[in-house]
């Protein structure tokens, strides 16, 4: 799937965030080996601690479905700069996709490109423990 394609569907997802608290809606697709693609957004409550990000909804979802595999996410909000994905968000996808190239749009459509050991260098792994 072509990066532009997939940050379009983060687009979209991020018209389903709930985040009254921050207004800082996000939207992120993951795109699995296989060609499936899983949406998600950022979610809030009023106990701020109980908050999900958009990357980790569409992991999650992914990986409840049986997904293992992942290629590529995008990322996308309504911002000048590009949205990179939280140090939570990055150290939950490094478990399983530590080549995973990360698509991170902005406000004006523009985007970047980067790998997630670049998001994450020195990551804890599995082999860590």
């Not at 992991?59 to 994905?85: H, I, Q, W």
Request: glycine share 8%; with cysteine.
């Amino acid at each position: 799937m072509e990066d532009l394609a997939l940050l379009r569907q983060a687009r979209e997802a991020m018209a389903q965030s709930y985040s009254p608290y921050s207004g800082f809606p996000v939207g992120a697709a993951l795109l699995c080996e296989d060609g499936s693609v899983y949406r998600g957004c950022n979610i809030e409550g009023a106990s701020y601690g109980n908050a999900i990000c958009a990357e980790r909804t569409a992991l999650v979802k992914a990986v409840s479905e049986g997904r293992r595999r992942f290629s590529k996410l995008a990322v996308m909000a309504n911002t000048e700069d590009y949205c990179t994905p939280c140090g939570i968000c990055r150290q939950m996808l490094y478990e399983f996709a530590p080549d995973l190239a990360v698509i991170c749009g902005r406000a004006d459509g523009d985007y970047a490109v980067y790998s997630l050991r670049e998001l994450l260098p020195k990551a804890f792994s599995a082999a860590d423990l």
